[in-house]
């Protein structure tokens, strides 16, 4: 006999990235900045002393307080992890037990499910309107109806750009206060209908923020949790002690200071990412090519086609990455230069009739 895997293992499939070097990725939403060589001088200086074999702050103190300054938080309400994966994985399997409703919507971020599978939660799926924004009564009546212990979503969505406004999502928090809502702002950083400021205000929220868009560190893993004292004390608690490396809480806590360095950032990519959805526009007005490009309030475009595939192979073809979804493209806005060359591609396909 031979040892056999659990169900749930067995019926697991890997994380799938696109593999191989490309000129031009524009596939996983990452800010198309790198840190400044200043501030790489400064990282190097402070990684320079720290003492490696010691084991690092277990409360994140640095990264955690510096985001509390930026974002205007308290800082006992801040959790920090090893990314918001981390930070999802140890919500879903502490403060759900097996046989809990999970309730998520589609379309959207495809780990919320993979970690409710992985702890034995019961994943139940409200789908969202055919123009895919989420109808608020709707999701509500849904998570009553199916005694939901748990609600996830993200707000901007990824994948398909739109955002649910801030009064929509105060009414859905408390209209349901036996469920706790889960919450992620992974790209409010381009919009303004954040819940930071109000998170004290419900006993029943954790908003996730990440240090992978809009503040340009995808390579460093470390995401955010923020909800009131009671819930943060717990998920502190639950949480791996030295979930953070040293080396990570130095380069976050230093990053997250660079305040003028960031919000520069974050003010190009919203302008590059309005220019791109002009140009597509235009560019689908003119050669009727997409089924629909919907209005964006992230960093990304989603395009909404039966072309999706050739579309996709197109652009590998080009050495430009984007990401694909059965019937849709996804396509991060780049710089002025790498934004150039997609649409130049996408006028010479459209042109020849190709999409």
């Not at 169900?7 to 000129?23: C, H, M």
């Not at 277990?58 to 090893?82: H, I, M, Q, R, W």
């Not at 200071?257 to 003119?286: G, H, M, P, W, Y």
Request: aromatic residues 10%.
């Amino acid at each position: 006999m031979s040892y056999n895997l659990n169900k749930k293992l067995a019926d697991l499939v890997p994380y799938d990235p696109i593999t191989g070097s490309y000129d031009v990725r524009l596939d996983a939403n990452e800010s198309f900045f790198n840190l400044s060589d200043d501030i790489k001088k400064k990282l190097c200086s402070a990684i320079m002393n720290l003492d490696f074999n010691r084991y690092p702050d277990c409360l994140a103190t640095a990264p955690v307080k510096a985001f509390s300054e930026l974002y205007d938080v308290p800082y006992e309400c801040v959790n920090a992890g090893n990314g918001s994966d981390e930070l999802i994985s140890v919500i879903t399997s502490c403060f759900f037990e097996s046989g809990d409703v999970l309730v998520n919507v589609s379309h959207d971020f495809s780990m919320y499910g993979f970690y409710a599978q992985l702890y034995e939660v019961v994943l139940k799926t409200c789908q969202k309107e055919e123009d895919l924004t989420i109808n608020a009564d709707k999701l509500i009546a849904f998570c009553k109806e199916n005694n939901a212990k748990g609600l996830i979503f993200s707000n901007p969505c990824n994948p398909t750009s739109l955002g649910l406004s801030r009064n929509d999502v105060r009414r859905i928090i408390s209209s349901l206060p036996d469920t706790l809502v889960i919450l992620d702002e992974a790209y409010m950083d381009f919009w303004d209908q954040s819940l930071l400021s109000e998170v004290n205000n419900f006993s029943n929220l954790i908003i996730l923020k990440t240090c992978s868009k809009a503040l340009g560190m995808a390579s460093v893993r470390c995401g955010f949790a923020v909800a009131c004292p009671v819930i943060s004390t717990a998920l502190r608690a639950a949480k791996s002690p030295y979930n953070n490396d040293s080396v990570v809480q130095t380069i976050v806590s230093q990053v997250l200071r660079e305040k003028d360095f960031l919000e520069s950032n974050k003010k190009a990519i919203i302008e590059n990412t309005k220019k791109l959805f002009k140009k597509v526009t235009e560019l689908n007005e003119k050669y009727n090519c997409f089924e629909k490009i919907y209005d964006t309030a992230t960093n990304f475009i989603f395009i909404k086609t039966d072309k999706y595939e050739k579309i996709y192979n197109t652009m590998l073809e080009n050495s430009i990455a984007i990401r694909k979804f059965p019937g849709y493209i996804r396509i991060t806005t780049g710089s002025e230069d790498e934004n150039h060359r997609v649409l130049e591609v996408l006028e010479k396909s459209a042109s020849e009739g190709n999409i």
